[in-house]
């Protein structure tokens, strides 16, 4: 009778270990065929059409999205008005997509107007400030393609915006951007202006201008809105009301000091800025649920190269427990994969909206990538968007953008 009662009471406890012992999430190998990026976006460029071999398909290793319970529909979430996503196309351009729709959400969010505002501008002006930039520091530079969402509002500024309208930068019958031999051109160009030590700034600025107008046309120096005539300036001013020195742009990593502004490290941060607030995780966190909760929406940036990055399957970032477990996720195993390098500085977006699911809080993604398009408008009810896990964002969303209004008691904790 002694050992039947021990034999049950071992069971019991085998049982009760069991079922507290948290569920492990499962891995497998996908193969990816081409997607929309290649079916859709490069489909009529010609150096892709006329090329005779494709890359095989490779193995790659993902969360399996059936042990996660992932939101399946965007209009699930509570959201604030922005404009519809569309395509960067073939470029390199999602900093510029992100913050110009965040702006665009703001600019509702403070005056009612919807607009569209012409990412295109954005990016032409920026690569005239590179341009003066490699001159002055004699090609000591990074450059590339990318940027920071903080150059947006460094561009609007000094240059001000303009409708979308009013200009493009697509080029007659052209459906979808592409840049890839626009900047060829220019990277060449910088490599001939150093190896030659042709440091004439005004020459320099010129020829990238010849370059820009080649591949995405002349920006206007006047629009003209509601019948009347101005500078992009006056347009951001006067009519959009918008003010870019009411934005904050916000991070959280532990190789600067809390609590001051410093520099983000990264290469798309090609001239330094040092601006960014730098906040523990957990206020960081509390800020971006607290800025969807009342009604702000949010410019964001990190990795997006994960397993857990789930977007052909499911639109989803999660954070599977074979890479860290949920209670693990802090500062340190933030700055570990940044120090690491396996949390880089990949892709801009735009926070829209929100929901609570299962006592945890899903963001919802605006997105100007191919990855969140997979199977086309016709096939994916959640083209051009992801649901985002909160511990997907604390752990591998690097920095966000929002308006100052919902850091205004942390601020006051700066120098």
């Known amino acids: 009778m002694k050992k039947l009662l021990l034999t049950t009471g071992l069971a019991l406890a085998v049982t009760l270990i069991s079922a507290q012992k948290p569920a492990q999430d499962k891995g497998l190998f996908k193969t990816y065929e081409p997607g929309y990026f290649q079916n859709s976006i490069l489909k009529g460029i010609e150096e892709y059409e006329s090329a005779k071999e494709t890359p095989a398909p490779k193995k790659t290793f993902k969360a399996d999205p059936a042990t996660f319970s992932i939101p399946t529909d965007k209009n699930a979430f509570k959201q604030y008005w922005h404009n519809d996503p569309v395509s960067q196309g073939n470029t390199n351009t999602c900093w ?13 969010r403070l005056t009612g107007q919807k607009v569209r505002i012409s990412e295109m501008y954005t990016v032409y002006c920026e690569y005239l400030e590179r341009a003066e930039t490699w001159v002055k520091t004699r090609g000591n530079i990074y450059i590339g393609e990318g940027s920071e969402g903080n150059a947006v509002t460094k561009i609007w500024k000094k240059y001000g915006c303009v409708p979308y309208e009013s200009y493009t930068g697509l080029m007659p019958g052209q459906k979808f951007y592409d840049h890839q031999k626009m900047f060829e051109e220019i990277k060449g160009y910088c490599e001939f202006v150093k190896k030659n030590n042709l440091w004439d700034e005004a020459a320099v600025i010129a020829n ?6 080649h591949y995405i046309g002349v920006p206007p120096t006047q629009v003209t809105v509601n019948g009347k005539t101005m500078s992009p300036q006056d347009y951001m001013t006067n009519v959009l009301k918008f003010r870019p020195d009411d934005y904050c742009d916000v991070l959280s990593y532990m190789q600067q000091p809390y609590w001051k502004q410093v520099e983000y490290e990264v290469p798309d941060n090609w001239w330094h800025n040092k601006d960014y607030y730098n906040i523990p995780l957990d206020d960081y966190m509390a800020v971006i649920k607290n800025a969807l909760k009342k009604g702000y929406t949010i410019a ?23 890479d860290i477990p949920s209670s693990a996720i802090d500062e340190n195993a933030r700055q570990f994969r940044f120090s690491n390098e396996t949390t880089t500085d990949d892709h801009g977006m735009h926070v829209v909206g929100y929901m609570e699911k299962d006592g945890v809080t899903w963001f919802l993604v605006k997105d100007s990538g191919a990855g969140s398009r997979t199977g086309g408008k016709e096939k994916n009810p959640n083209f051009g968007y992801y649901f985002f896990h909160e511990d997907y964002v604390k752990l591998k969303m690097m920095d966000f953008m929002v308006h100052k209004d919902m850091m205004k008691e942390l601020l006051q904790k700066f120098d």
């Open 96 to 108: 510029c997509f992100s913050t110009n729709s965040f702006f665009e959400s703001e600019i509702y």
């Open 300 to 322: 964001i940036g990190g990795d997006v190269s994960e397993a857990g990055f789930l977007a052909r399957e499911a639109n989803a970032a999660i954070v599977p427990s074979f």
């Open 208 to 213: 990238f201008k010849a370059i820009l107008n």
